[in-house]
């Protein structure tokens, strides 16, 4: 029985980074995404990658208490590392919310499903529209193997360094702000443009209500500049995405 033993306690460190991963990881972790479907692709996971990782493993506690912190830190490896690829989702919120506010239309919210909140119409739009292209391009398929070649880098049993995981985090919530703003920067620049143009105008036909007359002008040609940028603004997204993935990858 000491090998079964052995086997279990293999089985729970893998599943608690696997679980975690998958709980919060792109198109895996969502709310529409139901738990028995990710909790069976842990699970064979897990099953898959135990028999090449026995040797790799702590050996198994004396007792249950010892196993705690173990545990806990497999499940705070997976949050990092699907953490990483979450926040760079969160670009996509930036960027409808940006473009909701340039095109007049920032009071307009629905229910966000991805977020599972009250958003920006443009922000429930662009989120659906990113995990589409997650699952179209492959790449939540990336995310297991990350999750499995992580296991090279840290050790099962073995706490990530500090210093660089909040380097890792801090890279990551940097580069979804500023990619929010790249996706937004053609909605931005007409915004700009198209607002000085009606102030100058205000100025000199001081007698008109400009600003009310042109909103919807503002907003159909928001929506139209927001249309001819957005496929090139979502490859940018999706290239990052990938490479935020591919940081645990040893491929």
């Given amino acids: 029985m000491d090998w079964l033993n052995q086997y279990a306690w293999i089985g729970a460190l893998l599943f608690a980074r696997l679980g975690s991963v998958m709980m919060i990881a792109p198109a895996w972790g969502e709310q529409t995404t139901p738990p028995m479907m990710r909790l069976g692709v842990a699970v064979l996971i897990t099953a898959t990658l135990a028999p090449s990782l026995v040797s790799r493993a702590p050996p198994m506690p004396a007792d249950v208490v010892s196993a705690f912190p173990m545990i806990i830190t497999e499940i705070i490896t997976g949050l990092i590392l699907g953490l990483g690829a979450r926040l760079m989702m969160s670009a996509l919120q930036v960027a409808g919310a940006t473009v909701g506010i340039a095109s007049g239309l920032g009071f307009a919210q629905q229910v966000d499903p991805i977020a599972s909140q009250p958003a920006a119409i443009f922000s ?77 105008i205000s100025r000199l036909v001081p007698q008109v209500q400009i600003f009310m007359t042109a909103m919807p002008l503002s907003v159909m040609l928001g929506l139209a500049v927001t249309a001819l940028g957005l496929g090139g603004g979502m490859m940018i997204w999706l290239q990052e995405m990938e490479r935020q993935m591919h940081i645990f990858t040893l491929r």
């Fill in 124 to 200: 429930g739009f662009f989120s659906m529209m990113g995990v589409v292209l997650i699952m179209s391009a492959g790449l939540h398929r990336v995310m297991i193997e990350a999750a499995a070649d992580s296991y090279t880098i840290f050790p099962p049993g073995a706490f990530p360094p500090i210093g660089d995981a909040s380097t890792f985090v801090i890279d990551a919530v940097s580069n979804s702000f500023r990619l929010g703003i790249q996706i937004a920067a053609p909605v931005l620049i007409f915004s700009l443009v198209f607002n000085v143009a009606l102030g100058l």
